[in-house]
C-alpha cells in the first residue's frame, strides 16, 4: 500500500519541534484531509436542523445525515437501514442498551457475561444494570498470553446467560477475540450478544449479518470521524421491541400530556438534535477507507503490527504484555527502567504520541498486577519510521533512567 | 530537550531509585492514602503525630518517578515540622508547581527540583500527589485524598 501520510494534515505538524510519530491510535484516530474538508463544507453550506424543516436547508442537512445511514449498513454488512442507531459513541451505545434492556429483559438472578479485558464503556453500564434488576455479572477469565479462555466462557454459558457483551479487540492487549464462535455458542442459550467493535471498526471487515450478533457498537472518532458521534446497530426486532433509552423531540410519533407514541426505530433510540455534522463526517470518513481493498489494509496494518513486535522485542528490559494468539494493531509495554508516564513524558518530548495509563480497564490492569502500561497503536498511516522513532526514544528513556 | 533535562534532574531520578521514608510506619497515629484517578497512581502516608509536631513520616505505594521523588521529598522535609508550617510549605510547594513567580527559592531549598514540572501540565498532579495527601492528613479526618 502506498503512504497515505499526505492525506492526514496533522501528521506533517511538527511536535516539540520533531516529526510526529503519532501512535496513539487505539484512543483516537486523526481525520483525513477529505473528512475536515466535508465538515467545513457542512459547517459553511448545509447547516440546519434535522427531520424539522420544511426548508431548504434544512432538507439537504436531513439528507446528507441520513444517507451515512446506508454507508455504515453496507460497511457493516446489516440488513436494513433502520437498524443503525446514531448515538455519542460506543459509550452512549452500551448505556443504552444496558439500561434498555434492563427494562425489558433483565430480571433478578439472570446473568450477564462479560470479560477480564473489558473498558469500562463495557463493564459499568452492565453493573448499573445488575443493580437495579438483580441479575448478576460474570467474568470470562484470559489466558496468560491475554486470550479469551474458551473453555471457560463456554462453560459459563447457561440457560440463566441473559446477555454476552464481548469486545471484539482488547484496547490494552490487542488480542482479537474469537466473537464467532463465542456468539454462536452464546446463542445456543437464547442470549442476547452484544460486541464491542471499538477498537476492531477501522481494522477489521465486520458483517454483522453473518457474525449473527443481536449487537455491535463503535465510535466515529476511532475510524477517522468526529468525536461525539457513534453508532449502535441492533437487530430490527429487537429495536422494536425494546424501551427508549432517553425520551423528548425526534423519538415520539405524537405527544398529549396524557400519552406519548413513540417513533420507530431507530428514531425511537434518537432524542433531541443530534450531531448533525458528525454523523456526515464518519459518512466520508467510511468513504476514505473504502477506497482500499481490505487485503491492502489488512496486508499493511499485519506487516507494521510485525515490525512493531519485533522491534520492540529487540529492547532490553523492556516487556510486552500479552502475546495473543491473534493481535490487532496495539502494543502495550512496561519498562524495568522507568514508569510509563514517564515513558510518556519523555517520548513525547521525541515527538512520538504514545498512552500510558491504566487505559480505562481497571480490572485488567488488577488482573495483569501492573498499575499501568505503555501502549503503541497503528492506524494506517503509520510507518516503519514512526516505530523506528519510538523505539529511538525509548531508548532514550532507558537512558535517563539508567 | 531542555525541559526534559529540567524534569528529570539527577534528584529526581535518586529520589525514585532510593525513596527516603519508604515504608509502613508501625506506630502511626495517622495514615491516609492520596490516589489520582487519571492515572491510577496509588500511595499511602503515615505519620506519627505529637500534639501539632510530625515527629515521624513515611510512605508506600507505586507512581513514575516523579510522583515518587515528590512524596521522598515531602517526608524529607515535612519531619520535624508542625502543622501550620507544614501547610505552609505545602502552599508553597503547590505555587512553584504551578509556575507561580513569587516563591521562596530558599526556603523550598532542595525541593525546588520539582519546579521542572511546571513546563508539563500533564505532569503536575503527579507531583502534587502527596503534598496533597500530606495537606488533607493535617486539615481533614478524611481517609483518602484525590487529585480530582
Ligand atoms: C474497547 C473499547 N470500548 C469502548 C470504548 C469507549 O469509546 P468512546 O469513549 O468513544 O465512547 C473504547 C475507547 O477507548 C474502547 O477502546
Same mark, same amino acid.
Given at each position: 500500500?502506498?503512504?497515505?501520510?499526505?492525506d492526514?494534515?496533522?501528521l506533517?505538524?511538527?511536535?516539540n519541534?520533531?516529526?510526529? %510519530?503519532?501512535?496513539?491510535?487505539?484512543?483516537s484516530?486523526?481525520?483525513?484531509?477529505?473528512?475536515?474538508?466535508?465538515?467545513?463544507?457542512?459547517e459553511?453550506?448545509?447547516h440546519?436542523?434535522?427531520?424539522?424543516?420544511?426548508?431548504?436547508?434544512?432538507?439537504?442537512?436531513?439528507?446528507?445525515?441520513e444517507k451515512?445511514?446506508?454507508?455504515?449498513?453496507?460497511?457493516i454488512?446489516?440488513?436494513?437501514?433502520?437498524?443503525?442507531?446514531?448515538?455519542?459513541?460506543?459509550?452512549?451505545?452500551?448505556?443504552?442498551?444496558?439500561?434498555?434492556?434492563?427494562?425489558?429483559?433483565?430480571?433478578?438472578?439472570d446473568?450477564?457475561?462479560? %470479560?477480564?479485558?473489558e473498558?469500562?464503556?463495557?463493564?459499568?453500564?452492565?453493573?448499573?444494570?445488575?443493580?437495579?434488576?438483580g441479575?448478576?455479572?460474570?467474568?470470562?477469565?484470559?489466558?496468560? #498470553?491475554?486470550?479469551?479462555?474458551?473453555?471457560?466462557?463456554?462453560?459459563l454459558?447457561?440457560?440463566?446467560?441473559?446477555?454476552v $457483551?464481548? /469486545?471484539?479487540? $482488547? #484496547?490494552?492487549?490487542? %488480542?482479537? #477475540?474469537p466473537?464467532?464462535t463465542?456468539i454462536?455458542?452464546?446463542?445456543?442459550?437464547?442470549?442476547?450478544?452484544?460486541?464491542?467493535?471499538?477498537?476492531?471498526?477501522a481494522?477489521?471487515?465486520?458483517?454483522?449479518?453473518?457474525?449473527?450478533?443481536?449487537?455491535?457498537?463503535? /465510535?466515529?472518532?476511532?475510524?477517522?470521524?468526529?468525536?461525539?458521534?457513534?453508532?449502535l446497530?441492533?437487530?430490527y426486532?429487537?429495536?422494536?421491541?425494546?424501551?427508549?433509552?432517553?425520551?423528548?423531540?425526534?423519538?415520539?410519533?405524537t405527544? $398529549?400530556?396524557e400519552?406519548t407514541?413513540?417513533?420507530?426505530?431507530?428514531?425511537?433510540?434518537e432524542?433531541?438534535?443530534?450531531?448533525?455534522s458528525g454523523?456526515?463526517g464518519?459518512?466520508?470518513?467510511?468513504?476514505?477507507l473504502?477506497?482500499?481493498?481490505?487485503?491492502e489494509?489488512?496486508n499493511?496494518?499485519? /506487516?507494521?503490527?510485525?515490525?512493531?513486535?519485533? /522491534?520492540?522485542?529487540?529492547i532490553h528490559?523492556?516487556?510486552?504484555i500479552g502475546?495473543?494468539?491473534?493481535?490487532?494493531?496495539?502494543a %502495550?509495554?512496561?519498562?524495568?527502567?522507568?514508569?510509563?508516564?514517564?515513558?510518556?513524558?519523555?517520548?513525547?518530548?521525541?515527538g512520538?504520541?504514545?498512552?500510558?495509563?491504566?487505559h480505562?480497564?481497571?480490572?485488567?490492569?488488577?488482573?495483569?498486577?501492573?498499575?499501568?502500561?505503555?501502549?503503541a $497503536?497503528?492506524s494506517?498511516y503509520?510507518?516503519?519510521e514512526?516505530?523506528?522513532?519510538?523505539c529511538?526514544?525509548?531508548?532514550d528513556?532507558k537512558r535517563i533512567?539508567? | 530537550?531542555?525541559?526534559? @533535562?529540567?524534569?528529570?534532574?539527577?534528584?529526581?531520578l535518586?529520589?525514585?531509585?532510593?525513596?527516603?521514608n519508604?515504608?509502613?510506619?508501625?506506630?502511626a497515629?495517622? =495514615?491516609i492514602?492520596?490516589?489520582?484517578?487519571?492515572?491510577?497512581?496509588?500511595l499511602?502516608?503515615?505519620?506519627l503525630?505529637?500534639?501539632?509536631? @510530625?515527629?515521624?513520616? &513515611?510512605f508506600i505505594?507505586?507512581?513514575?518517578?516523579? =510522583?515518587?521523588?515528590?512524596? =521522598?521529598?515531602?517526608?524529607?522535609?515535612?519531619k520535624?515540622l508542625?502543622?501550620n508550617?507544614?501547610?505552609e510549605?505545602?502552599?508553597?510547594?503547590?505555587s512553584?508547581?504551578?509556575?507561580?513567580?513569587?516563591?521562596?527559592?530558599?526556603?523550598?531549598?532542595?525541593?525546588?527540583?520539582?519546579?521542572?514540572?511546571?513546563?508539563y501540565?500533564?505532569?503536575?498532579?503527579?507531583? =502534587?500527589? &502527596?503534598?496533597?495527601?500530606?495537606?488533607?492528613?493535617? &486539615?481533614?479526618?478524611?481517609?483518602?485524598?484525590?487529585?480530582?
Amino acid at each position: 500500500m502506498k503512504s497515505i501520510k499526505k492525506d492526514f494534515p496533522i501528521l506533517s505538524k511538527k511536535v516539540n519541534g520533531k516529526r510526529l %510519530s503519532y501512535l496513539d491510535n487505539a484512543a483516537s484516530t486523526q481525520k483525513p484531509k477529505a473528512v475536515i474538508d466535508a465538515l467545513s463544507h457542512y459547517e459553511m453550506n448545509l447547516h440546519a436542523n434535522v427531520h424539522r424543516g420544511i426548508h431548504r436547508l434544512s432538507q439537504e442537512a436531513t439528507y446528507e445525515y441520513e444517507k451515512v445511514r446506508e454507508k455504515i449498513k453496507n460497511y457493516i454488512h446489516a440488513e436494513q437501514v433502520d437498524e443503525i442507531i446514531y448515538t455519542k459513541g460506543t459509550t452512549e451505545s452500551i448505556n443504552l442498551l444496558a439500561t434498555s434492556l434492563a427494562k425489558l429483559y433483565i430480571h433478578k438472578n439472570d446473568e450477564i457475561v462479560i %470479560s477480564t479485558a473489558e473498558h469500562h464503556a463495557n463493564i459499568v453500564p452492565w453493573q448499573q444494570a445488575c443493580q437495579i434488576t438483580g441479575a448478576k455479572l460474570v467474568v470470562c477469565p484470559i489466558d496468560q #498470553n491475554g486470550d479469551i479462555e474458551l473453555d471457560a466462557f463456554n462453560s459459563l454459558l447457561s440457560p440463566r446467560t441473559k446477555i454476552v $457483551s464481548i /469486545s471484539h479487540i $482488547s #484496547n490494552v492487549l490487542g %488480542s482479537i #477475540n474469537p466473537i464467532e464462535t463465542m456468539i454462536k455458542n452464546a446463542k445456543k442459550y437464547g442470549a442476547i450478544t452484544i460486541i464491542d467493535a471499538a477498537q476492531s471498526i477501522a481494522h477489521l471487515p465486520i458483517d454483522v449479518t453473518q457474525l449473527g450478533c443481536d449487537f455491535l457498537t463503535f /465510535s466515529a472518532h476511532k475510524i477517522h470521524g468526529p468525536t461525539g458521534t457513534g453508532i449502535l446497530y441492533g437487530k430490527y426486532a429487537h429495536l422494536t421491541a425494546m424501551p427508549p433509552f432517553m425520551t423528548g423531540g425526534d423519538m415520539i410519533k405524537t405527544v $398529549s400530556f396524557e400519552k406519548t407514541t413513540f417513533n420507530s426505530p431507530p428514531y425511537k433510540f434518537e432524542a433531541g438534535t443530534p450531531n448533525i455534522s458528525g454523523v456526515i463526517g464518519l459518512g466520508y470518513a467510511i468513504d476514505y477507507l473504502s477506497q482500499f481493498s481490505w487485503d491492502e489494509k489488512l496486508n499493511y496494518e499485519n /506487516s507494521l503490527t510485525k515490525y512493531l513486535i519485533e /522491534s520492540l522485542s529487540t529492547i532490553h528490559g523492556l516487556r510486552i504484555i500479552g502475546n495473543p494468539s491473534k493481535r490487532s494493531a496495539i502494543a %502495550s509495554f512496561v519498562l524495568d527502567a522507568a514508569h510509563p508516564h514517564d515513558i510518556a513524558t519523555i517520548l513525547d518530548e521525541h515527538g512520538v504520541a504514545i498512552r500510558a495509563g491504566h487505559h480505562c480497564a481497571m480490572p485488567l490492569m488488577e488482573h495483569l498486577k501492573l498499575p499501568a502500561t505503555a501502549r503503541a $497503536s497503528l492506524s494506517l498511516y503509520n510507518d516503519k519510521e514512526d516505530i523506528d522513532q519510538l523505539c529511538n526514544a525509548i531508548e532514550d528513556t532507558k537512558r535517563i533512567f539508567q | 530537550m531542555s525541559n526534559l @533535562i529540567e524534569l528529570y534532574r539527577d534528584l529526581i531520578l535518586d529520589h525514585n531509585k532510593n525513596p527516603r521514608n519508604f515504608g509502613e510506619l508501625q506506630n502511626a497515629t495517622k =495514615s491516609i492514602e492520596g490516589v489520582n484517578p487519571l492515572c491510577g497512581d496509588k500511595l499511602k502516608l503515615f505519620l506519627l503525630l505529637e500534639n501539632d509536631l @510530625i515527629k515521624d513520616i &513515611s510512605f508506600i505505594g507505586t507512581g513514575c518517578a516523579i =510522583s515518587v521523588a515528590s512524596a =521522598s521529598m515531602m517526608t524529607e522535609n515535612a519531619k520535624g515540622l508542625d502543622v501550620n508550617q507544614c501547610l505552609e510549605l505545602y502552599a508553597m510547594v503547590h505555587s512553584m508547581l504551578i509556575g507561580k513567580d513569587e516563591i521562596d527559592v530558599e526556603r523550598l531549598g532542595k525541593i525546588m527540583a520539582l519546579s521542572g514540572v511546571k513546563a508539563y501540565p500533564s505532569r503536575v498532579k503527579c507531583a =502534587s500527589l &502527596s503534598w496533597h495527601a500530606l495537606k488533607q492528613a493535617l &486539615s481533614t479526618n478524611q481517609l483518602t485524598a484525590s487529585t480530582e
